[in-house]
Structure formats: C-alpha cells, structure tokens
C-alpha cells in the first residue's frame, strides 16, 4: 500500500513558475513509476508527466514539454514537477499516481493516487 501527498500548487501569473512535490509512505518507492495527472473542471483526467522507477527515463504530454520537468528522489520517497512558463490552460488540480515497475500513460492504470493539488494560472 502506498500513500500519496502532494503540495506546491498555488495561484500564480501566466509566464510564472511551479514545483509540484508529492511524497510518499513505504520503504518500497523505488518500485514504483511515478506520473502526474491533470484535471481541469468538466474534463476528463489528462497524462502530464511520468517518470521510471529509477528516474532514468521520463515522458510528457506534447503540450508540456520544455515547460516541465519531472524527477524524483528515492531516498526521500518524493516526486517532483518544476512547472515553467505556465499558462492559463495549465489550470487544474495535479494528482500524483504510482504504479508498480513500468511506465504507463493510462490513468485506469494507476494503483494509488494522492488527493490532488491545485494549480490556478491567471492571465
């Protein structure tokens, strides 16, 4: 069982910058991928971001790429999200997800969740 807690959401201007962190319970983090997700009122939950168990290897939604950065810590059982240049469609609560082993993009395919941060953009 993994528990889940993100922070670091807030209002921010567009143009401004964000760093999501999310920290989980368990001595086995480092057997989990890791992703962030995204939703926006009245849309469905979006991919944003995953990183590999190791850190290794990390994939984004098209939409965030050269604008977010992914990475994770194992001996401090925490992921992160450095948000840059954010824009007002960036608004959404993230929630932080883990999975066992292997990357996937799929939030049906996640196992565990936290309770999800919000991120207001204003223009």
């Known amino acids: 069982q993994v528990q889940l807690v993100e922070s670091g959401g807030g209002l921010v201007q567009a143009g401004g910058s964000l760093r999501l962190s999310c920290e989980a319970s368990?001595?086995?983090?480092?057997?989990?991928?890791m992703a962030w997700f995204r939703q926006a009122p009245g849309k469905e939950r979006q991919f944003v971001a995953v990183?590999?168990?190791?850190?290794?290897?990390?994939v984004y939604e098209d939409s965030v790429k050269g604008r977010c950065t992914i990475s994770r810590d194992n001996a401090k059982n925490t992921v992160y999200m450095q948000m840059n240049s954010l824009k007002p469609e960036d608004t959404a609560v993230y929630y932080c997800?883990?999975?066992?082993?292997?990357?996937?993009?799929?939030?049906?395919?996640?196992?565990?969740w936290g309770e999800g941060t919000q991120v207001t953009v204003s223009s």
């Open positions: 997800a883990a999975r066992e082993w292997s990357i996937r993009y799929n939030s049906r395919e996640y196992d565990y």
């Open positions: 368990g001595r086995t983090f480092s057997t989990y991928a």
């Open positions: 990183i590999s168990r190791s850190g290794g290897r990390s």
